[in-house]
C-alpha cells in the first residue's frame, strides 16, 4: 500500500514539473509580450526595404531563454524576424532583477522575480542566486546565437567590427547583428571592477538602474528616487573611460541631474517617451531632451503605450517629430522596449508602420533613413571603442 501511494505521488510530482519546468516559462512569455496588432505584410512601404541600415535601441528577448535563430508565432524579435523586417542592429539588453508587483512609481529592491524565473527556466543553479551570474548568461547567450548562425548574426563589439559589418551588409541584406547593454547595474553586485567583466562580454551601455533603487542612483520607479551616490560616480567615471554610454532611460530625475552634472561624456536614452505629448515621471522633460541634444546623444522612442500614450505608429511618429522638432532629426531613434513585458503596437516586422506614418508627417526619405537606424549606426561609429 506505502509503495503505491510512493509511487502515485511520485507520478504526480513528475506529471508537475514536466508541466512547470516544460511549460510555465512559454506561458509567461506570451502572456506578456504581447503585440496589440499584426503588420500585414502586404502593407510594407515600397522603399522599405530599400533602407540601408535600420537599427533599434532596446530589447529584452534575451530574458525569455528562447532560440533567438528560430522564428515565433509570439514575443517580438528573433533573427528571421529581424531578416524580414530588413533590420540591421538590434540592442539586446540585459534584464537582472525586477520587483514583485512592478509598476511605475513605487518599488523596493526586496524581492526578486528573475530568480524565479531562472528556476522555471531551469538556468543554472548560479542564476537562481547571482544577479552577475544570471546577467553574464544572457550575454553568452547571445555570443552562442551568434557562433550557432553560421554567418546569419554576429555580435557588436567595436568600431572595427560595426565598419565591417556595415560593408558585409551593403552586398548581403540578411545579414543581422546585436549588441549588449544592461537595464540596471545591480548585477555588477556593488564591485566596480566587475564593469571590465561585463566590458569584455561586450556590453556597451548601461542604465543605473531599472526598476528600484540601487547602490548606484535612484530609480524613476524607485522609493527615495534619489541621485547618484559615491559609488555612482566612480561607475560613471570608469564607463566613460571604457567607452561604456549611459542610459537614461528609467533614472530618476535627480539621477539624470547628476549625471549632467558629473560627466561630459556622451548621453543616450534606450527607450522612452516625451512628457510634452505624455506627461510621466520615466519620460524626458523638454530640459532634458535639448541637454541630450546638446552632448550629441540619442534619443529612442519607444512603442509601448506608457511611453507614447498611444497605441499605434502615429503615436511613436509624434514623440519622434517632438523630439526631432527641439534637437534636430539626427538625435532620435527607435527604442521598441520589444520582448520588455510590454503589450507592444507590433513585433519588429511592424516598423514599416513608423515609416509611414513618418511620411504622413512630412519627413523626407533621407531623414526618415536617419531616423529608422542611420543615426544608431553612426552614434556607435563616433562612439564605440576603436578596437
Ligand atoms: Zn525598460
Not at 565598419?163 to 547595474?185: F, H
Not at 502615429?314 to 531613434?333: L, P
Not at 512630412?362 to 571603442?385: A, C, H, Q, T
Request: charged share 20%; with cysteine; glycine share 8%.
Amino acid at each position: 500500500m506505502l509503495r503505491k501511494i510512493l509511487y502515485t505521488a511520485g507520478v504526480i510530482l513528475l506529471v508537475a514539473a514536466v508541466v512547470f519546468f516544460g511549460f510555465v516559462p512559454g506561458i509567461i512569455d506570451k502572456k506578456i509580450n504581447t503585440t496589440i496588432h499584426q503588420t500585414n505584410a502586404a502593407d510594407k512601404v515600397a522603399w522599405y526595404d530599400s533602407i540601408p541600415f535600420i537599427a533599434d535601441l532596446h530589447c529584452d528577448e534575451l530574458l525569455w531563454h528562447r532560440d533567438l535563430l528560430a522564428r515565433h508565432n509570439y514575443g517580438h524579435v528573433d533573427v528571421p524576424r529581424m531578416q524580414e523586417a530588413n533590420v540591421a542592429l538590434e540592442v539586446f539588453t540585459i534584464v537582472s532583477k525586477t520587483p514583485r508587483h512592478q509598476n511605475y512609481d513605487h518599488n523596493s529592491d526586496k524581492t526578486d522575480q528573475i530568480a524565479l524565473l531562472s528556476f522555471a527556466q531551469l538556468r543554472a543553479p548560479s542564476d537562481w542566486f547571482s544577479l552577475k551570474a544570471r546577467a553574464l548568461h544572457q550575454c553568452e547567450d547571445l555570443h552562442q546565437s551568434a557562433a550557432r548562425s553560421k554567418g546569419a548574426f554576429r555580435v557588436i563589439t567595436t568600431r572595427g567590427e560595426l565598419e565591417q559589418y556595415i560593408k558585409d551588409r551593403s552586398a548581403n541584406r540578411s545579414l543581422t547583428a546585436g549588441m549588449l547593454g544592461l537595464e540596471g547595474a545591480h548585477c555588477l553586485e556593488n564591485d566596480v571592477n566587475n564593469l571590465d567583466t561585463f566590458y569584455k562580454t561586450g556590453v556597451r551601455y548601461i542604465g543605473l538602474t531599472h526598476f528600484f533603487d540601487n547602490e548606484w542612483a535612484g530609480s524613476a520607479h524607485g522609493i527615495a528616487k534619489g541621485g547618484l551616490t559615491a559609488k555612482g560616480k566612480e561607475l560613471l567615471h570608469k564607463m566613460e573611460q571604457l567607452h561604456i554610454m549611459i542610459d537614461l532611460a528609467h533614472q530618476s530625475t535627480k539621477t539624470i541631474d547628476d549625471i549632467f552634472a558629473n560627466t561630459t561624456g556622451t548621453l543616450m536614452v534606450s527607450h522612452t517617451g516625451v512628457r510634452g505629448l505624455c506627461d510621466n515621471g520615466r519620460n524626458l522633460t523638454d530640459a532634458q531632451i535639448q541637454e541630450i541634444g546638446k552632448r550629441n546623444g540619442i534619443i529612442g522612442i519607444g512603442m509601448w503605450e506608457t511611453a507614447i500614450c498611444g497605441t499605434d505608429a502615429a503615436a511613436t511618429a509624434n514623440s519622434i517629430k517632438y523630439v526631432a522638432d527641439r534637437i534636430g532629426v539626427e538625435h532620435v531613434a527607435m527604442g521598441s522596449d520589444f520582448d520588455g513585458a510590454v503589450d507592444a503596437t507590433y513585433d519588429i516586422t511592424g516598423f514599416t508602420e513608423v515609416v509611414k506614418e513618418l511620411i504622413n508627417l512630412g519627413y523626407s526619405r533621407s531623414d526618415i533613413e536617419k531616423i529608422m537606424g542611420g543615426n544608431v549606426r553612426d552614434f556607435w561609429l563616433r562612439n564605440l571603442p576603436e578596437n
